[in-house]
């Protein structure tokens, strides 16, 4: 499949076409092969949504890729920096954070090229970009990284949460569960607390909104927090039926909802809706409970793979371990009655 046309916004756009041929030229450099990269960022949030300006660009890298072989000082013969400073840019590599920032127009539209691992490690989407075949994230890896660091939040972050409530709510559940109910529900916290400042930030932060897409200043801390609670599980429940695994999810606002996966399809489904990181501190963690429904699938099994509410975990199964329910949960109660009428 050829995947969707996005159009950047202008301010990132017109960077991009600058600055493109060169990053792309450069990063062939360092490698004996194509280096891949991915798109990601407010960027493409707005080529999605149409719901404001961003003036950066950001390129995420295989962790592994010797972004320090672009600076001068380790590779005479780099033309990156020096390519860029004729493009108008100031370029500055981090070696600590892998990260080379390149500013252009004294600050206001960046370029950031960063070697890193992603905290959804599936779901980018082959695309074209303005004309262009490019690979972007998915709006659930970008709304996870700016959870990530959402203690200090940024304006144009918490607007972007709001939004994703409105427009991908799935990819909002995607990074809100990513990171776990204590963690989202304290990030809730810091948005309704620091509604003021972000208020306050959101007239300098925010251009380029539509009439359609504007929201109160002072709203937007708290409708960001509500967004968050909203997208929290309050039930998740993994099962085996037909040699095919059924995910059934329901929050705060929305019902209850099913989904089918092919077993094959598990790993990159599970990685690219959040659902492994929602699993990984739960009983026995994501790659067990996983692995088991595969394997109960390929035996056409009908099988409780997992069972959580909004109390929390309830029961689980693996493959070495029978039902290991809650004590006083309704899974232990069905188990027990289960086990007696065996008996």
């Not at 370029?91 to 992603?118: I, M, Q, S």
């Not at 990284?145 to 972007?160: C, H, I, M, S, T």
């Not at 929201?215 to 037909?242: F, M, Q, V």
């Amino acid at each position: 499949m050829n995947g969707p046309d996005l159009s950047l916004p202008a301010p990132a756009a017109t960077l991009w076409r600058a600055v493109g041929d060169t990053v792309r030229e450069q990063l062939r450099e360092i490698s004996d092969q194509e280096t891949p990269y991915a798109i990601g960022g407010g960027s493409i949030l707005a080529a999605r949504w149409k719901h404001r300006h961003s003036y950066d660009i950001d390129l995420v890298l295989d962790p592994d890729t010797p972004l320090g072989m672009l600076a001068e000082e380790n590779n005479p013969a780099t033309r990156f920096e020096s390519s860029l400073r004729a493009l108008g840019g100031k370029p500055t590599f981090y070696p600590g954070a892998r990260l080379w920032l390149v500013e252009f127009d004294g600050g206001k539209r960046k370029l950031d090229v960063w070697a890193t691992a992603l905290l959804l490690g599936a779901g980018q989407q082959e695309c074209t970009i303005d004309g262009e075949r490019e690979t972007a994230l998915s709006s659930a890896q970008i709304l996870r990284g700016k959870l990530e660091r959402a203690d200090a939040p940024l304006a144009r972050d918490v607007f972007d949460i709001v939004k994703a409530g409105e427009k991908e709510h799935a990819a909002l559940e995607a990074a809100v569960n990513a990171v776990g109910r204590d963690t989202a529900e304290r990030i809730a916290q810091v948005c309704h607390f620091a509604a003021p400042t972000i208020a306050e930030a959101a007239a300098e932060a925010l251009s380029g909104v539509p009439p359609d897409e504007h929201i109160e200043p002072r709203e937007l801390g708290n409708r960001a927090a509500h967004a968050i609670t909203n997208a929290l599980y309050t039930k998740c429940l993994i099962r085996t039926r037909n040699g095919r695994i059924e995910v059934t999810t329901e929050t705060n606002s929305r019902k209850e909802t099913t989904t089918v996966v092919e077993p094959t399809r598990a790993d990159d489904y599970f990685e690219a809706t959040g659902l492994n990181a929602y699993l990984q501190p739960q009983g026995p963690g994501a790659k067990a409970l996983v692995s088991y429904a595969g394997a109960a699938c390929g035996e056409q099994r009908e099988s409780l793979v997992f069972e959580a509410d909004a109390r929390g975990l309830q029961a689980w199964r693996t493959a070495k371990s029978a039902m290991n329910p809650i004590p006083g949960s309704a899974a232990d109660t069905d188990h027990r009655r289960a086990a007696s009428a065996e008996d």
